[in-house]
């Protein structure tokens, strides 16, 4: 088995693009095949600088690692369209000496003249009924189109099933542009069959244009890969295909607000497919493992957003509990808040040890932990406007977190004393868990949550601890 991702490099790669290479390395990995990476570069006007890198760094960032391509080389070297053009004229060649393509000299302005000649006459336009009686010769400047033999066409998709087209879809279309390089039409199927790919598997988009595939294989001599139309993925509102223009995210982007790329490879693999379980967290081994293309669903799946920072944040909590602290924690060091640059490593491995179950994204440390490395600004009405405490007066508040801050001066300060302690002041001054605690927590913190009570104090510190409590109960004292 051969499989290939085939990316054009106009720009950044975003959601749709990735899944269309992940389930071509899933099922070659599962056969013991080979992922073959093609950068299809020859529309030259769309060609952004970079995008190419891009490519291959999101690859290597999902562990989509290829097998023949850029790089790493191949037997079917070179895998930029733009440096195969003597291949693809070879092929044109053949089609010339068969009677089966022919230059174009018609102009783009005497095209649009049959164009507007159709549609007055309320007939679809198509080439082949234009095709000029004695072309020219065929030379690099002028278009080469396929003449097409339109007749009943029957073919077999994995996912879509037994499909079929009349004559009135195929037409002549173009091989070679003006400038010499191949179009997609005919490039990718010269390329599949030159590099062995087996299994086509891409966009359901081009799922109208397989009768003219077919024509083009049947004229080359060439047999038909196993062909595989993954149905689009949906923007939010489900009505539309997720695409650039509509703003959708790229995958970089994702990355750069602290999405691990196993929760990525995980949600996009899901997105379309299932192995008939209620599982939702699946390693990449269990997904080679498991994968079929006869599960792909054959509607468009909706993107859904919340779905994929769930499933992060249950990476992060696997991850760091498989791996620990300590293995997790580089993945962490450009996530941090600016205040906690001259942290130690050990003391952000000790805020990541008790945070991390909370976090969705490792950009949630740069909003979740900031008074873990600077004293927070105080503001009363978080405690005066808390449903919990807001029935009691500053004086008690105040008397409140002395009682607090004196017991907790006593204690040792590792975190199962620090949580007896607390519990001793429960009893001791006959407050609810949500009034005593919230004070001190708010008091310690001024964020709209925080870990366990014991465990912010743990690593906070006593010193660090203690002034916040009484630079608070100044503060109520002064209300």
């Not at 890198?53 to 037997?75: A, F, H, M, Q, Y």
């Not at 008690?396 to 007896?420: G, I, K, M, P, V």
């Amino acid at each position: 088995m051969k499989t290939r991702f085939a990316p054009s490099p106009t720009g950044y790669i975003h959601i749709g693009n990735v899944r269309s290479a992940i389930y071509p390395y899933l099922i070659a990995r599962q056969q013991h095949g080979t992922f073959i990476l093609r950068i299809e570069d020859t529309d030259q006007s769309r060609y952004v600088e970079g995008a190419t890198e891009l490519i291959e760094d999101t690859l290597n960032w999902l562990g989509l690692e290829w097998d023949e391509g850029p790089i790493v080389g191949g037997p079917a070297t070179p895998y930029f369209q733009s440096e195969r053009k003597a291949i693809y004229h070879a092929w044109a060649e053949k089609l010339i000496a068969a009677g089966r393509a022919y230059a174009d000299p018609t102009s783009p302005d005497q095209i649009q003249v049959y164009r507007d000649q159709c549609q007055a006459s309320g007939q679809p336009f198509l080439y082949r009924n234009f095709r000029p009686e004695n072309p020219p010769a065929w030379h690099p400047g002028l278009p080469l189109r396929f003449k097409s033999d339109p007749k009943p066409r029957k073919w077999h998709d994995v996912v879509m099933g037994d499909l079929s087209a009349g004559p009135e879809v195929q037409d002549d279309i173009i091989l070679i542009k003006a400038d010499g390089l191949p179009t997609y039409n005919f490039a990718h199927i010269v390329d599949d069959s030159e590099m062995g790919v087996t299994h086509v598997i891409r966009g359901v988009e081009y799922l109208s244009s397989v009768p003219n595939y077919l024509a083009l294989y049947e004229a080359l001599g060439l047999p038909v890969p196993v062909l595989v139309s993954l149905p689009h993925i949906l923007g939010p509102t489900g009505t539309k295909k997720l695409s650039k223009r509509d703003n959708a995210k790229s995958v970089t982007g994702y990355r750069e607000d602290g999405i691990l790329p196993e929760a990525m490879l995980n949600y996009l693999a899901c997105l379309g497919w299932n192995d008939g379980t209620e599982q939702e967290i699946y390693t990449k081994d269990e997904l080679i493992a498991r994968f079929s293309l006869e599960r792909i669903q054959t509607s468009g799946a909706r993107f859904d957003e919340t779905k994929l920072l769930w499933q992060n944040g249950q990476w992060i909590r696997k991850l760091v509990q498989e791996q620990g602290v300590e293995t997790f924690y580089p993945r962490t060091e450009s996530f941090w808040p600016g205040s906690a640059a001259s942290a130690t490593p050990e003391y952000r491995q000790q805020v990541l040890g008790i945070i991390y179950d909370r976090l969705k994204t490792l950009s949630d440390l740069r909003t979740m932990t900031g008074y873990f490395f600077a004293d927070p600004e105080i503001d009363l009405t978080m405690i005066t406007d808390n449903k919990f405490l807001k029935r009691f007066s500053e004086s008690e508040l105040s008397q409140l977190l002395q009682t607090a801050a004196d017991r907790l001066d006593q204690s040792a300060w590792d975190a199962d004393s620090l949580q007896a302690t607390l519990n001793q002041l429960l009893a001791d001054t006959g407050k609810k868990p949500a009034e005593l605690f919230s004070i001190i927590r708010i008091a310690l913190s001024f964020a709209p949550f925080s870990p366990a009570l014991h465990l912010t104090l743990n690593v906070l510190g006593r010193s660090t601890s203690l002034a916040r409590l009484r630079r608070v109960i100044t503060a109520l004292e002064n209300a």
